[in-house]
């Protein structure tokens, strides 16, 4: 039997083909969804995003994806079905940003107390673009077979700051050190392109597939099952 | 701590690979995918399309290319070579590249990088400088050295000057710049270095250096005493005369930090 795809949240906010693809070439099917009821169902989602925080807010809002796509979060967070945000869907997860043109400072989804700030040490070149390593915080199924100061590709302005820094999962030195990876129960979030960092991105995403369909398990525990596709 | 990287750049005309020596020359090279799906195994950082064909038929090309890139390739990647307006940088961003680069259209109108980054964020937008050394009016001359801004593949002159153009080029939001120097280019001999200096000083960007690479130890310079954040090079790792790992190995005797896969 097929199994159901991973969704991947479309909501306007940047190109999601590479996502797809990645996903396919680490092993399992995952389908771009602008659908609320798609979120909803999918054995696990992806939440990516390129773009401004307000802009990204405003979409899911407007596309009535924001209660499933924070229920999904919150269900994650409890343990339950895998979420995995990218760049600006990691951003997304926390409270707030200071990434306002102007106005109030938008809100994000909450599921994680803390803000997104920009980086802003004198001489620092904003964004971020390239290659930098991760040290691990903790350990989690996700980062299976994946070594400590491994090179992932990175493309921001602002950075997420947990509240609780035992959900910092990986740590990054750009100007200062920030949260590059964030983890509890099964929500996990990069601020990196696991899609665009080569063999160790797919190993990421390889591994996130597993966790949803079952061979891995958020405990850590190694157990048979198959592999999803 | 954030790598220098090291970008393989493929030239590619009806959808084949092509390397010019110093823009003539052409020979061809195979399936640019295929190519650049190597370069990513090697451990290569980005890989560049530098598009030069020349039909009607191109945007459809570099689209197409873009398309089946991502299917094979997960590094990031830049697309560049004749684009002039919104709907094909669309395109081909959604086809899945990363980047596009900007070279001669503009310099005919340089709103153009204005309204790409404000639409699609200046980290996608990278500007493609070709410059030529200005010889000084006598040799005894005491200015300090500059740079003309060329176009059309560096056939044309445009009396714009190379470092008030990357200067422009950043206000307006590029998010880096490309810069290869027509002097050295296709010599094999080394990167343009005092030009690289003099930009990479200029803007606050990242600047890759193009143009000239022959040895590990020429990209190494480009990094060191040309304050570069990435290299560009093409024909010495398509013709194999050194592979990514070894180039990075190379940098990294050199204290540089690059991102080496075991």
Same mark, same amino acid.
Request: proline share 5%; charged share 20%; glycine share 10%.
């Given at each position: 039997m097929r199994k159901r795809p991973v969704a991947i949240v479309d909501y306007g906010m940047g190109n999601l083909r590479s996502v797809v693809k990645a996903c396919a070439r680490a092993g399992f099917a995952a389908e771009s969804t602008d659908s609320p009821e798609a979120v909803r169902q999918a054995p696990g989602v992806i939440l990516p995003g390129v773009g401004a925080f307000g802009a990204a807010m405003e979409n899911l809002e407007r596309a009535g994806l924001r209660d499933p796509v924070r229920e999904a979060a919150a269900e994650a967070l409890a343990g339950g079905r895998p979420f995995l945000g990218l760049c600006l869907g990691l951003h997304l997860l926390f409270e707030e940003s200071e990434e306002s043109f102007g106005g109030e400072n938008p809100r994000g989804l909450g599921v994680f107390p803390g803000r997104v700030v920009r980086f802003k040490r004198e001489g620092l070149k904003v964004p971020q673009i390239g290659w930098n390593t991760v040290v691990f915080r903790q350990r989690h199924p996700i980062l299976t077979g994946l070594a400590d100061g491994s090179y992932f590709y990175f493309v921001h302005s602002y950075y997420a700051v947990p509240a609780d820094p035992a959900a910092v999962l990986l740590a990054t030195e750009y100007g200062a050190t920030f949260a590059s990876g964030v983890a509890r129960g099964s929500l996990v979030a990069f601020q990196f392109h696991p899609e665009?960092?080569?063999? %160790?991105?797919?190993?990421?995403?390889?591994?996130?597939?597993?966790?949803?369909?079952?061979?891995?398990? %958020?405990e850590g525990t190694e157990q048979e099952g198959e592999r999803g596709q | 701590m954030l790598a220098k990287r090291v970008i393989p750049c493929l030239d590619v005309r009806d959808g084949r690979v092509v390397k010019g020596v110093n823009f003539v020359n052409l020979k061809d090279a195979g399936d640019p995918v295929e190519l650049a799906a190597f370069y990513d195994?090697?451990?290569?950082?980005?890989?560049?399309f530098l598009d030069?064909?020349?039909?009607?038929?191109?945007?459809?090309?570099?689209?197409?290319?873009a398309a089946r890139t991502a299917e094979q390739v997960f590094i990031p990647f830049t697309v560049g070579g004749g684009i002039s307006d919104l709907d094909t940088i669309r395109d081909i961003l959604k086809a899945g590249a990363d980047k596009i680069s900007l070279n001669t259209a503009a310099v005919a109108d340089p709103s153009l990088i204005t309204r790409a980054a404000a639409r699609f964020g200046s980290q996608c937008v990278v500007v493609a400088i070709d410059a030529r050394h200005?010889?000084?009016?006598s040799p005894e001359s005491e200015a300090a050295p500059s740079w003309e801004v060329y176009v059309h593949g560096g056939r044309t002159p445009t009396g714009r000057d190379v470092l008030e153009w990357a200067k422009e080029a950043e206000r307006r939001g590029a998010g880096e710049i490309l810069l290869t120097s027509m002097d050295t280019d296709g010599t094999q001999g080394g990167y343009d270095l005092?030009?690289?200096?003099?930009?990479?000083?200029?803007?606050?960007i990242p600047v890759i250096a193009s143009g000239g690479a022959g040895s590990p130890a020429d990209l190494a310079a480009a990094i060191t005493e040309g304050g570069a954040d990435a290299v560009l090079a093409a024909s010495i790792f398509h013709y194999g005369t050194y592979t990514v790992r070894q180039v990075k190995e190379y940098l990294r005797s050199q204290g540089i930090p690059v991102r080496l896969t075991s």
């Amino acid at each position: 039997m097929r199994k159901r795809p991973v969704a991947i949240v479309d909501y306007g906010m940047g190109n999601l083909r590479s996502v797809v693809k990645a996903c396919a070439r680490a092993g399992f099917a995952a389908e771009s969804t602008d659908s609320p009821e798609a979120v909803r169902q999918a054995p696990g989602v992806i939440l990516p995003g390129v773009g401004a925080f307000g802009a990204a807010m405003e979409n899911l809002e407007r596309a009535g994806l924001r209660d499933p796509v924070r229920e999904a979060a919150a269900e994650a967070l409890a343990g339950g079905r895998p979420f995995l945000g990218l760049c600006l869907g990691l951003h997304l997860l926390f409270e707030e940003s200071e990434e306002s043109f102007g106005g109030e400072n938008p809100r994000g989804l909450g599921v994680f107390p803390g803000r997104v700030v920009r980086f802003k040490r004198e001489g620092l070149k904003v964004p971020q673009i390239g290659w930098n390593t991760v040290v691990f915080r903790q350990r989690h199924p996700i980062l299976t077979g994946l070594a400590d100061g491994s090179y992932f590709y990175f493309v921001h302005s602002y950075y997420a700051v947990p509240a609780d820094p035992a959900a910092v999962l990986l740590a990054t030195e750009y100007g200062a050190t920030f949260a590059s990876g964030v983890a509890r129960g099964s929500l996990v979030a990069f601020q990196f392109h696991p899609e665009k960092s080569s063999t %160790t991105g797919l190993a990421l995403l390889a591994n996130f597939g597993c966790l949803v369909y079952g061979k891995i398990r %958020t405990e850590g525990t190694e157990q048979e099952g198959e592999r999803g596709q | 701590m954030l790598a220098k990287r090291v970008i393989p750049c493929l030239d590619v005309r009806d959808g084949r690979v092509v390397k010019g020596v110093n823009f003539v020359n052409l020979k061809d090279a195979g399936d640019p995918v295929e190519l650049a799906a190597f370069y990513d195994r090697e451990g290569a950082d980005e890989v560049v399309f530098l598009d030069i064909t020349a039909s009607h038929e191109r945007r459809r090309t570099v689209v197409d290319l873009a398309a089946r890139t991502a299917e094979q390739v997960f590094i990031p990647f830049t697309v560049g070579g004749g684009i002039s307006d919104l709907d094909t940088i669309r395109d081909i961003l959604k086809a899945g590249a990363d980047k596009i680069s900007l070279n001669t259209a503009a310099v005919a109108d340089p709103s153009l990088i204005t309204r790409a980054a404000a639409r699609f964020g200046s980290q996608c937008v990278v500007v493609a400088i070709d410059a030529r050394h200005v010889m000084p009016s006598s040799p005894e001359s005491e200015a300090a050295p500059s740079w003309e801004v060329y176009v059309h593949g560096g056939r044309t002159p445009t009396g714009r000057d190379v470092l008030e153009w990357a200067k422009e080029a950043e206000r307006r939001g590029a998010g880096e710049i490309l810069l290869t120097s027509m002097d050295t280019d296709g010599t094999q001999g080394g990167y343009d270095l005092p030009l690289l200096r003099a930009v990479s000083e200029a803007v606050s960007i990242p600047v890759i250096a193009s143009g000239g690479a022959g040895s590990p130890a020429d990209l190494a310079a480009a990094i060191t005493e040309g304050g570069a954040d990435a290299v560009l090079a093409a024909s010495i790792f398509h013709y194999g005369t050194y592979t990514v790992r070894q180039v990075k190995e190379y940098l990294r005797s050199q204290g540089i930090p690059v991102r080496l896969t075991s």
